[in-house]
């Protein structure tokens, strides 16, 4: 059964780091990326990587956060810096293969000092 295994959230103070990772047990992946959804707002795109090593991101977190996967191309990290109050959010893990996409369960990234 496919699954993603998310980890990492947590409190941070502003100007701070974390590292989120997602270990996805799916085949046939093409696309991984992060998204996140604040309280009261829709899920946005945070950040995707291809498996060529392309990459995308928000205009929001460019040159703060940085996606990268391993080798296989089963897990994904996202690393965040100089973290913001803004950033506060569920993030989920995403996966895209050629039959759908599969969602992780979410992790707490809450940034307040």
């Known amino acids: 059964q496919a699954q993603l295994v998310e980890s990492g959230g947590g409190l941070v103070q502003p100007g701070g780091s974390l590292r989120l990772s997602c270990a996805a047990s799916v085949a046939g992946i093409t696309v991984l990326g992060w998204y996140r959804q604040a309280p009261g707002k829709q899920r946005e795109l945070v950040a995707t990587i291809l498996l060529n090593g392309n990459t995308n991101y928000a205009d929001s977190v460019k040159g703060r956060f940085a996606i990268s996967r391993n080798k296989a191309g089963n897990t994904v990290n996202l690393q965040m810096n100089s973290l913001k109050p803004e950033d506060t959010a569920v993030y989920y893990c995403?996966?895209?293969?050629?039959?759908?996409?599969?969602w992780g369960q979410g992790t707490q990234v809450t940034v307040s000092s």
């Open positions: 995403n996966v895209r293969t050629p039959w759908g996409q599969i």
